[in-house]
């Protein structure tokens, strides 16, 4: 069963627009969220987290949104540059259980001139 | 330093035969986790070590699955005997600490089982 869940296997954005990626999850445990990017033959690299008491969290071009009643997340890029275009995959993790990460399936973003 | 270094990159192997993953977790990180990677389930988790000894180890798919950190420096993750189904990317990430949740992921090994 898939606790983390990104229902969109890809977007189509254009270059300058804004870029949302959602992700839901089901385990109420969860209380600290990441995203990660990854390039093709590299491995995800991290991107930006947020705790669960916060609902929101901004680094530059993005932002994480976090709405714990609806437990759901969403990656916001703006604006969006053809160098953003990877997976993007969210992740999931429990107080005390360190680094220990549920992966959703991932979006692929694909960022057009 | 290097950052996560596994090898081989790539590993083409036929059904039936043994299959050996390494890695070298960043120098000083004391967590380490195997992921593998497929189209339907992107990133599971396989097993994780906290200093060397193994915690978690539920999501190890089958007894032909093992894993092993016999040192700080070092993991295997070994498939006996392999199957095309195994076909995946596996990836191998360490971290520093109970209060680091960002893990730092090796390039991973793409495993062709023919």
């Known amino acids: 069963d898939q606790q983390v869940k990104q229902n969109s296997p890809s977007l189509s954005v254009q270059e300058g627009r804004i870029s949302i990626l959602n992700c839901d999850y089901t385990?109420?445990?969860?209380?600290?969220f990441l995203w990660y990017k990854k390039y093709p033959a590299e491995g995800p690299t991290f991107l930006i987290s947020?705790?669960?008491?916060?609902d929101k969290n901004e680094d530059g071009r993005f932002t994480v949104f976090l709405n714990k009643s609806a437990k759901h997340l969403s990656l916001h890029i703006v604006p969006s540059q053809p160098g953003d275009s990877a997976v993007y995959f969210c992740?999931?993790?429990?107080?005390?259980?360190?680094?220990?990460?549920?992966f959703g399936t991932g979006t692929r973003l694909q960022v057009t001139l | 330093d290097a950052g996560v270094i596994q090898s081989p990159r790539h590993e083409v192997t036929e059904m039936g035969q043994e299959v050996t993953l390494r890695c070298k977790p960043i120098?000083?990180?004391?967590?380490l986790f195997w992921y593998r990677q497929t189209m339907m389930r992107g990133l599971e988790l396989l097993i994780y070590f906290n200093n060397n000894v193994p915690i978690d180890d539920s999501g190890m798919p089958e007894d032909r699955f093992s894993a092993k950190m016999p040192n700080a420096s070092f993991s295997t993750l070994k498939i006996q005997p392999s199957e095309p189904r195994d076909s995946a990317v596996y990836f191998c990430?360490?971290?520093?600490?109970?209060?680091?949740?960002?893990?730092?992921f090796g390039q991973g090994t793409r495993l062709t089982v023919v």
């Open positions: 947020i705790s669960s008491i916060k």
């Open positions: 385990n109420s445990m969860f209380d600290y």
């Open positions: 120098s000083g990180h004391d967590y």
């Open positions: 992740a999931a993790s429990s107080t005390g259980t360190a680094s220990k990460l549920t």
């Open positions: 990430a360490s971290s520093l600490g109970v209060s680091s949740t960002e893990a730092f």
